[in-house]
């Protein structure tokens, strides 16, 4: 290809990508073909799950006794935070952070999930796993939240997690040095289900929802996190043990303790 023609090429993958961006597909999709409106039954808010796995029941709103900040002062503080300290992140505040970014608020309702962030068509298309690194009381390992019941389920050990994490992020070694990584999987057809076509745009923009309810959270306990979009695909579905398909990692953000200021 000469540089003449890679360079149109590029111009109509941009031209492409930016489309991305637009909601232009929308005036192009029949929503009356989709499945929602087909009649067919909504996808379920969570992924299940062996009644006989291990779980662990975390403190609930109300239960938990952290010192926070107030939200003025948090937005004013919120940066990314890649330099943690060794400290463990206590159940409590491991507690506090998954409530904040897929909590469930009241009882789940005709497919509906009414959470802590907000989502088109209230689908809420995401899974969110923990990769333990040094959380009080939890073993090392994978373990994903399960929402309806405030729980977490243990997945899995994994040998060598930090390590795998690291590889994983393509050599971000700030990911190594965390307390936990919160991984956010989606699940597309829970959107899919309501939009046809016009669900993936959508989809980028809730995970901007959850990761930012992350970031005003960890500053609230002196905590921090970062935000990382920059990973190995197939490595990380690999190591969360998701099928890259109908399940997929999106997004993900490391979180420790920050030293004083």
Known sequence: MTDRSQS???????KQFRLFLKDTIRKS????????YQGIEAP???KP???ESQRVDL?????WNIPTKDLEEAILDRRSRRNYTQQPLSIEEIAFLLWATQGIREPVAGGHAFRTVPSAGCRHSFETYLAVLNVEGLDCGIYRYLSTTHQLLFEFPVEDLQARM????????????AAAVFVWTTIP??????????????????AGHVCQNLYLACEAIAAGTCAIAAYDQEALDSLLQVDGD????VYLAPVGKIKAR
């Open 44 to 46: 379920a808010v969570e």
């Open 8 to 14: 149109v090429h590029d111009e109509q993958l941009l």
């Open 189 to 206: 057809y829970r959107m899919e289900w309501r939009y046809g076509l016009a669900a993936h745009k959508v989809i980028a923009i809730d």
């Open 59 to 63: 403190p609930r709103p109300g239960e």
């Open 29 to 36: 999709v029949d929503f009356s073909q989709t499945d929602q």
């Open 166 to 177: 690291v590889e994983a992020t393509l050599g971000q070694r700030f990911c190594g040095d």
């Open 49 to 51: 799950c062996d009644p």
């Open 246 to 249: 109908n399940e997929f990692a």
